[in-house]
């Protein structure tokens, strides 16, 4: 499986991107998928993820009401609608996934596909 992102960038506060994560290189499976951020000295940290057999969502606290993520089946594609962006959104973010038969995790040990990263930075 491989994941690659697009969508990051620079913002003000208050503002609003959306991250894309395509996958490639598997058929028929389902997945738990979705997003993780690094912030310099910081460790990894579980943003959202989708189940994309059901599309049952999973957020961290402080992403709560601000981030949505969902699923375009038709482009084996997950979306991160990131609105009312704060400075603390400030990371590397990366996209994951691993094959799931429907209970999904926030745990970045448990994903075994990973992409390259998109930096986003809010001032």
């Known amino acids: 499986v491989q994941l690659v992102e697009s969508g990051g960038g620079s913002a003000l506060a208050g503002r609003s991107l959306r991250l894309s994560c395509v996958a490639s290189g598997y058929t028929y499976s389902s997945f738990c998928m979705g997003w993780f951020r690094q912030a310099p000295g910081k460790e990894r940290e579980g943003v959202a993820i989708?189940?994309?057999?059901?599309?049952?969502?999973y957020y961290h606290d402080s992403v709560k009401g601000r981030f949505t993520i969902f699923q375009d089946n038709a482009k084996n594609t997950v979306y991160l609608q990131m609105n009312s962006l704060k400075p603390e959104d400030t990371a590397m973010y990366y996209c994951?996934?691993?094959?799931?038969?429907?209970?999904?995790?926030?745990?970045?040990?448990?994903?075994?596909?990973w992409g390259q990263g998109t930096q986003v930075t809010v001032s």
């Open positions: 994951a996934a691993v094959l799931s038969a429907g209970f999904c995790s926030l745990l970045d040990q448990l994903y075994n596909y």
């Open positions: 989708i189940y994309t057999g059901g599309g049952r969502t």
